[in-house]
């Protein structure tokens, strides 16, 4: 693989694992230990059975957690503590050949997976606001399914997955900044009768 290529992965695997980090590190250590892909030196400690087994759980864990109103934004205040260094561990592992991160790629991981950690935090704030959970399951599982997708062809289509990812990231950072508008409107100040 190119260098672009594994840069492209390492920055589509830190903006995945901003949204979730366990589902993302047994994707690509599942991935590994089935011999599905070559992971770089730095990755195959995802493939270890303990690292497989700590992140399935947490995966179902998160699973569940994220599918419950409130819980959910408790859950990702929690999580900020996880899924930053976890997205520049992996941006850093995909480029590192010899096993060694490099300071920039693991800034640029956590840069990237900070912003989709934000992004995906604060539409599920927003969303909480709904008194029904049915947006809030919605919401959940969208994420599920795009985290799930975009692990499935990361290696083969790294850039174009980047680019859906991206696009999508963007397209809900509009849809927080439009409801975010809608819910905190300031009201039209009366004027003075003459």
């Not at 492209?8 to 366990?22: K, N, P, Q, S, T």
């Amino acid at each position: 693989m190119s260098e672009a290529h594994l840069f492209a992965v390492g920055v589509l695997l830190a903006w995945l694992a901003g949204i979730r980090a366990y589902l993302t590190v047994f994707g690509v250590g599942l991935a590994g230990a089935l011999g599905w892909l070559d992971l770089p030196p730095a990755l195959e400690a995802t493939a270890s059975p303990w690292v497989l087994g700590v992140s399935g759980v947490l995966a179902v864990t998160e699973f569940l957690a994220d599918k419950i109103p409130g819980v959910d934004s408790a859950w990702d205040l929690l999580q900020t503590l996880a899924r930053v260094p976890a997205g520049a561990f992996l941006a850093a592992a995909a480029l590192s050949p010899d096993g060694e991160l490099g300071a920039g790629m693991l800034a640029a991981g956590a840069g990237v997976a900070l912003t989709s950690h934000a992004v995906k935090a604060g539409t599920r704030a927003l969303l909480n606001t709904s008194p029904e959970p049915v947006s809030n399951w919605t919401a959940s599982t969208a994420e599920d399914v795009v985290v799930v997708g975009a692990l499935g062809l990361a290696w083969s289509y790294p850039w174009a997955v980047l680019g859906i990812v991206v696009t999508l990231g963007i397209g809900m950072l509009l849809l927080l900044w439009w409801v975010w508008r809608l819910l905190f409107r300031r009201a039209p100040r009366p004027t003075a009768a003459a």
